[in-house]
Structures are given as structure tokens and as C-alpha cells.
């Protein structure tokens, strides 16, 4: 990202980490968006947002477009500079905001990939077996993919988890999700014996005075992050046959298609997940027939 030049930029970056709770990952998208579209349009003081139109809007989400940026990226970018002119106006320091008109192409909802019910299963005996021997970062792993696949969280709610967000009598889990709201999700037998011989026999090794009440520790004890949780999946999917390599937002979409193939209400599936909207939760029941009609197709005589 370019160095933040205008005032209100940095205003903006303060609004959307205390006042909207937006993620980290968030904030750093919206304001790398508007900060290169003010970097285009020469405008490198407060004073000169009051110029800004909204054919100029417009030219920048074009000049994506004929960069070969991709159709999310630029729904990203229009969002982010409607955000920001909006609050602008909202704050007094515009007078008319110009983006109430810009429109961007809508996204492609592509089918996420997913493992088959059998690989998911395959990928956590792999995990299994590599925790037999007892080495502390092996029996953490195994924790946060049992995790990960049973409850659907994602990695970097994951990671956020300390020990007491944990009930193992009751198999549920307290996950602080986007927009700093509070769920509680629940996990299997499975999950929790992966976490108690996780607590019971490796975490005491890497616990340091850095640790504090993180569950998941890196080998230097302090909290385990999304880089390291990563890493693992896609090492773990390699023994895993015909499996696709997906990352942790892959084990969520497929905790979530198992959830619905299986049985589960849309909308529990919605509360499971933490989205704020349904309709981004039926991409879900979409992947489910997409790979019934597969099957159909391959199964009956006059498919």
C-alpha cells in the first residue's frame, strides 16, 4: 500500500477499526482501495476530495476493468470508495457525496471447491496418525482441523480461540466472528478428544510467558497464526488421494456442504457459519446440487 497522504484517509482507517468493528483484513482492503484511487486522481490533501465526481469513480473501476482486474476486485473497490465518500459526506467533510450513483459489476458466485465426506475423514486420520507420536506441534494440528471441519470457523477465528472460549462438557465453543459478534458453535466427540489430548499432553511443552490463554501455540509459544494453520492443510491434503488442494476456508466450505447434504436447516447452517445474510449461505445448497447432478449424471441410464 502507498503511504496514507490525506487526513481523512487516516480519519477513515480509525472509523472503520473503532466505530464499525470492521476485521483487520477489511480495513487494510478498503483503505488500500480508496488510497489508490486518490493516488490516480492527484488528490493528496483533504482539500481536494470536494472535487472529486462521479465520473471520475466511474474512470477508476474502468481502468481496472482494462487492467484485467478481477470482476470481485472491482465490486471490492466500488464498495470501498462508496464506504468511504459516504462517511465523508456523514462527517462533514464533503458536502454531496458522489458515489450514491456508482454501480460495479456483480460478482460470479462461484462454486467454492469442497472434499468429498470420505477425504474430509482421510484428512483427519492423517492428522491422526501424525499425532501418535506425541510431538506437540503434531497433536495441535490434529486439534485445529478437527476444529476447523467440525464447527466450519474460520482460520482466523480459529487462531483467536483462548483455552476458556472452550466448553468440553457441553461440546460448544465461544468464536468472536466479523464485526466482533458473538457466536456459540457447536463441536463433536471427535473435535473435543483432539483438543483434550491437545491440552493434556501438548501444549504444556510450548507454553511460555509469552502464550497467555491462546489454545493453539506455534513451537516458540506464542499464539499459533493463519500463516501456520495454512501450511498444515495443504501438507496434510497431500496424502490425502484425488483430494483438492484447498486451504482452511476450504475445510469450511466443506463442513458446510456436509452440514446441508446431511440434513441441516439453511438457516442453522447461516448461525453456524456467522453470516450476517442468507443468501450467503445458499451458495452452499448450490455446491450440494452441483454435485448431485454430477452424480446423477454419471449414475443413471438415461442421465
Avoid at 34 to 39: I, P, R
Avoid at 228 to 256: F, N, T
Wanted: with cysteine.
Amino acid at each position: 500500500m502507498t503511504v496514507v497522504r490525506c487526513d481523512a484517509l487516516n480519519a477513515f482507517e480509525r472509523h472503520l477499526r473503532a466505530e464499525r468493528g470492521r476485521s483487520p483484513h477489511t480495513v487494510r482492503a478498503y483503505v488500500r482501495d480508496v488510497d489508490a484511487f486518490l493516488d490516480g486522481a492527484g488528490v493528496d490533501d483533504d482539500g481536494g476530495l470536494s472535487d472529486i465526481r462521479l465520473a471520475d469513480l466511474r474512470a477508476h473501476l474502468g481502468t481496472l476493468s482494462r487492467g484485467g482486474s478481477a470482476r470481485a476486485t472491482i465490486a471490492r473497490t466500488s464498495a470501498s470508495l462508496r464506504t468511504f465518500f459516504g462517511w465523508l459526506e456523514r462527517s462533514g467533510r464533503i458536502a454531496t457525496d458522489p458515489s450514491l450513483r456508482l454501480s460495479a459489476p456483480s460478482r460470479h458466485r462461484t462454486l467454492p471447491p469442497v472434499l468429498a465426506q470420505r477425504s474430509a475423514a482421510a484428512l483427519l486420520d492423517v492428522a491422526a496418525v501424525a499425532a501418535d507420536d506425541d510431538d506437540p506441534v503434531h497433536l495441535r494440528n490434529r486439534a485445529a482441523l478437527e476444529l476447523l471441519y467440525a464447527t466450519g470457523i474460520r482460520v482466523g477465528e480459529l487462531v483467536g480461540l483462548d483455552v476458556d472460549d472452550l466448553d468440553l462438557s457441553s461440546l460448544v465453543l465461544r468464536v468472536v466472528g466479523k464485526g466482533d459478534k458473538e457466536r456459540r458453535v457447536p463441536f463433536g466427540l471427535p473435535a473435543r478428544d483432539a483438543v483434550v489430548a491437545w491440552l493434556e499432553r501438548g501444549r504444556h511443552q510450548l507454553v511460555t510467558a509469552e502464550s497467555g490463554p491462546a489454545l493453539l501455540l506455534g513451537r516458540r509459544g506464542r499464539r499459533a497464526d493463519q500463516r501456520q494453520v495454512r501450511s498444515v492443510v495443504h501438507e496434510l491434503l497431500e496424502h490425502v488421494p484425488d483430494a483438492p488442494d484447498l486451504g482452511p476456508h476450504g475445510l469450511r466450505h466443506s463442513a458446510a456442504t456436509h452440514l446441508l447434504e446431511g440434513g441441516a436447516d439453511l438457516r442453522m447452517v447461516q448461525e453456524l457459519l456467522g453470516h450476517a445474510s442468507l443468501a450467503t449461505t445458499q451458495i452452499y445448497t448450490h455446491v450440494s446440487v452441483d454435485r448431485l447432478k454430477r452424480s446423477y449424471a454419471m449414475a443413471h441410464p438415461r442421465a
